[in-house]
Structures are given as structure tokens and as C-alpha cells.
């Protein structure tokens, strides 16, 4: 699972923006052969009094923390994975902050795929030989325990 909290002044983002944001999210991990279901993005406002930066409160920013279960980087992956990856946060938040003049700054932080679970359903292994199959199969468990289709 990625998921992306993005902590924000408010009324920076219109629900268009958020709609948007979410769907270039998601369309980045997908593209890298997660399942859309995987992805999360939080939209956090946080009030200027409550932002202080430098211990001076904040007018416009965005920070967001990225949390990867689903897949870790790991130090054998190299500058160009680290790169990507980057270069995909930029691409999906740069149009709706700074190229709007709004500061953003992210961190994205790794956890083991070994401690996520939905549902009472553990995720099949990362990178597994039968992932996408796995992937499948969970939804319909779900889809047959809740009685609803699953995303």
C-alpha cells in the first residue's frame, strides 16, 4: 500500500485538485504494477496557527508523508529508482503547488509488507510470481465477505 497524507493550508485545493491529485497517484502506482485498490490519499488542511515551520507560522504549504508497505525501495534499488519515484511525486503535486507558488515538501517512509494486512486478508508478497492473480483472489474474498465489489 502507498499512502499518501497530504497535510495542507487550507482551501488550497479544490475538489477538482483532490480528484485529480488522487487519480495521478494512483495512475503512478498502477503503472508500476500495483493495483489501483492499494493506493490512499489523505487530504489533511491544517490551520496557520498549527503550522509552524522554523517556528514561524505558515501561509501556504503543502508536506506530505508518503508511506510505501506495498513496496520498499531498500538500498540495492539505486539512484534512478529513487529518482523515478520522485520525479512521480513531482509530476502529479508540482502542477497544483509550486508552480503555483506554494511550498511543498514530502518524505516517503517504507514499513515491511509483512505487518499490512486488509481486512483480515494478508496482500500476496511483493513482487511474488502470482501477485496480480493473489491481488484478484483478495478482492473477491472481500467482495464475498462484505457483500459489495471491491475497487
Not at 504494477?33 to 501556504?60: C, M, S, W
Not at 473477491?140 to 457483500?147: F, H, I, T
Amino acid at each position: 500500500m502507498p499512502v499518501w497524507k497530504i497535510y495542507h493550508s487550507p482551501n488550497i485545493f479544490t475538489d477538482q485538485d483532490k480528484a485529480t491529485i488522487a487519480k495521478g497517484a494512483t495512475d503512478y502506482y498502477v503503472g508500476v504494477d500495483l493495483p489501483a485498490f492499494y493506493v490512499h490519499v489523505f487530504f489533511i488542511p491544517v490551520a496557520k496557527e498549527d503550522n509552524l515551520t522554523a517556528g514561524i507560522q505558515q501561509d501556504r504549504f503543502v508536506f506530505m508523508e508518503l508511506d510505501h508497505i506495498a513496496r520498499n525501495l531498500g538500498p540495492d534499488w539505486g539512484k534512478w529508482r529513487t529518482d523515478r519515484l520522485k520525479n512521480g511525486i513531482d509530476s502529479v503535486m508540482m502542477p497544483f503547488t509550486t508552480h503555483k507558488g506554494i511550498h511543498l515538501e514530502y518524505c516517503v517512509l517504507e514499513g515491511p509488507a509483512v505487518l499490512w494486512r486488509i481486512d483480515g486478508v494478508d496482500p500476496p508478497e511483493s513482487f511474488g510470481p502470482d501477485e496480480q492473480a493473489q491481488a484478484e483472489e483478495n478482492r473477491k474474498l472481500l467482495a464475498e465477505k462484505y457483500g459489495t465489489a471491491t475497487h
